[in-house]
């Protein structure tokens, strides 16, 4: 009996995949750190104002964003 050899198949291309480690990665990185700190020193006080909810916000936006990460594979058993 002969049996064919399993390839193993390439990971699929995410966002988090084409971004991490590339320049385009790196250049998106440095713009939004850009723009954080303009943001921060040019309106202190409406970034000062705004933090509470900013906090509020993190936790749902957490839940919704790094869900995958608790291993939760429905049914996806190795």
Excluded: D, N, Q
């Excluded at 990971?11 to 850009?34: D, N």
């Excluded at 933090?51 to 608790?70: E, K, Q, S, T, V």
Aim: with cysteine.
């Amino acid at each position: 009996m002969t049996t064919t050899p399993t390839v193993p198949s390439t990971p699929p291309k995410t966002w988090r995949t084409l971004l991490v480690g590339t320049p385009l990665g790196w250049a998106l990185a440095l713009v939004v750190a850009a723009l954080g700190v303009y943001l921060f020193v040019s309106h202190t006080g409406h970034v000062v104002a705004a933090l509470p909810y900013l906090i509020l916000m993190a936790c749902p936006l957490m839940h919704l964003f790094m869900h995958r990460g608790h291993g939760h594979h429905h049914g996806k058993r190795e």
